[in-house]
């Protein structure tokens, strides 16, 4: 998929665990709903770090390139590592190491940890960098059309009001984790989210997605998940841009509204 769609469907997945916790009696506070819809649109794109011509190589300017092009390398090497017979040979390492649940966990818990020793300036780091790629994936083509620097001033003043809201009493900084010094352990759970639906998209189109690595499957350990090939698409196709884009809206839509309680 590119990246407006898994953007898309990451914030129409968060919305859908707000629908499902409001309908289990137990509703999100709706800043949680607002800022970990944005988080997982952001994280929708961060599988990608291994592509140095996707979305997320040109947010942060060459910082992000030159984090893409280590990223590719180290995802080729641990390929080329842990490959078995029946694994084809590659000369790159996009759609690896980075499009695997284990690379999902590892980043959520990662940023649940951070969060959890880093305090304040942590929390405001990550809402950072994933506001950035928020906009970056939902508003591309204003995107493009500004310069990086704007859209930068926008995530980081963003996420110091997101974050004043959050602190709040009852706004929803404690949510799920209510211990003292366990505030914003949640945050991990939309990247973790929307990593898994990034996978689960590329999973849809031509060259399936191994997303169950490092478990094997027959003579792959990188078997590449995804539909019948009559049913997958590729990437940037009409199916994408006329049917799943348009269905993501609406579903985010109708999640958020059920969410919080409009319907």
Not at 46 to 65: C, E, M, N, Q
Not at 196 to 201: N, P, W
Request: charged share 15%; aromatic share 10%.
């Amino acid at each position: 998929m590119m990246g407006p769609a898994h953007s898309l469907s990451g914030a129409a997945a968060w919305l859908g665990v707000g629908a499902a916790t409001a309908a289990a009696g137990h509703p999100m506070p709706w800043p949680v709903l607002a800022v970990g819809a944005l988080i997982c649109a952001g994280a929708a794109l961060a599988p990608d770090l291994d592509h140095k011509s996707a979305t997320i190589s040109r947010a942060f300017g060459p910082v992000s390139k030159g984090l893409c092009e280590i990223v590719d390398k180290l995802s080729y090497a641990v390929y080329k590592a842990t490959r078995k017979p029946g694994d084809p040979r590659r000369t790159g390492g996009h759609r690896t190491l980075t499009h695997t649940w284990l690379w999902a966990v590892m980043t959520g818990g990662g940023a649940s940890l951070l969060a959890f020793a880093g305090g304040r300036w942590a929390v405001l780091m990550i809402l950072f960098v994933h506001l950035v790629l928020a906009v970056e994936g939902l508003l591309w083509r204003a995107a493009r059309m500004s310069s990086d620097v704007l859209v930068w001033l926008l995530g980081a003043t963003s996420a110091w009001m997101l974050a004043d809201i959050l602190d709040k009493p009852g706004n929803g900084a404690d949510w799920l984790f209510t211990g003292a010094g366990q505030e914003y352990l949640w945050l991990g759970l939309p990247i973790v989210l929307g990593a898994l639906v990034h996978d689960i998209g590329d999973a849809l189109t031509v060259s399936g997605c191994p997303i169950l690595w490092p478990i094997p499957v027959g003579r792959k350990r990188w078997y590449p998940i995804g539909p019948p090939k009559a049913l997958r698409f590729r990437a940037g196709s009409w199916v994408e841009l006329k049917v799943l884009m348009p269905a993501f809206m609406l579903l985010g839509g109708v999640g958020g509204a059920a969410a919080l309680n409009f319907i």
